[in-house]
């Protein structure tokens, strides 16, 4: 299979318009990896040691609480994918990423990703501004799971999540917004009634 450079470099390029360069570069670094319906990219404990551009399929991001599984995030095809925390500090990972369908990553290792870093400046640019986007996407979701209540959280993940929607299964949307999935079809229930 032949490396997603233009796909890669094309969504680099929207971030930081000037990284053509160094995106070709990283490309020439990233090899393969496919993981199957409920393996792991990482696993709880573990330390990441790898950022993946995900080709194909979609891959879930939870911990365990209580023995029940929370779903923090979930990354589809045409996206960064890493344990950010863990990649960073090199320290085991605080939750795990798992498969949900067949995926297609070109990884990167973390060694081969901080030469880079340090060579080029667009993808110290890039890795900012892609924090940043991180960050403050955080921080707006837990705003709305801190304030909002069942369906003003669903109207915002419809609002600014339209494509999770679309292709993550309701049950792993519930988790994300902090319902149940029985509480999560009321409300697609009653706002459906609504615009009908």
């Known amino acids: 299979?032949?490396?997603?450079?233009?796909?890669?470099?094309?969504?680099?390029?929207?971030?930081?318009?000037?990284?053509?360069?160094?995106?070709?570069?990283?490309?020439?670094?990233?090899?393969?990896?496919?993981?199957?319906?409920?393996e792991f990219f990482v696993r709880e404990g573990q330390v990441c040691r790898h950022v993946g551009f995900l080709?194909?399929?979609?891959i879930r991001h939870y911990y365990t609480n209580a023995n029940e599984e929370v779903t923090r995030w979930?990354?589809?095809?045409?996206?960064?994918v890493t344990a950010l925390s863990s990649f960073i500090q090199s320290s085991?990972?605080?939750?795990?990423l798992q498969a949900i369908n067949r995926c297609t990553l070109w990884v990167i290792e973390r060694e081969v990703w901080q030469q880079l870093y340090?060579?080029?400046?667009s993808l110290r640019e890039l890795w900012l501004r892609l924090l940043e986007l991180n960050v403050i996407g955080f921080e707006d979701r837990l705003y709305q799971q801190l304030s909002g209540d069942a369906e003003q959280r669903y109207l915002y993940f419809l609002k600014n999540y339209?494509?999770?929607?679309?292709?993550?299964?309701?049950?792993?949307?519930?988790?994300?917004?902090?319902?149940?999935?029985?509480?999560?079809?009321?409300?697609?229930?009653?706002?459906?009634k609504r615009i009908s």
């Open 55 to 58: 080709q194909s399929g979609m």
């Open 74 to 80: 979930m990354s589809l095809e045409g996206e960064f």
């Open 162 to 192: 339209p494509r999770l929607l679309e292709k993550v299964p309701q049950k792993y949307i519930a988790s994300m917004i902090g319902i149940k999935a029985e509480s999560l079809s009321r409300v697609r229930a009653k706002l459906g």
């Open 118 to 121: 340090a060579r080029h400046e």
């Open 1 to 38: 299979m032949e490396k997603p450079v233009a796909e890669v470099t094309r969504f680099m390029q929207a971030i930081v318009p000037n990284c053509r360069a160094a995106a070709e570069e990283f490309c020439s670094h990233l090899h393969l990896r496919e993981l199957q319906p409920d």
């Open 92 to 96: 085991p990972s605080n939750h795990h």
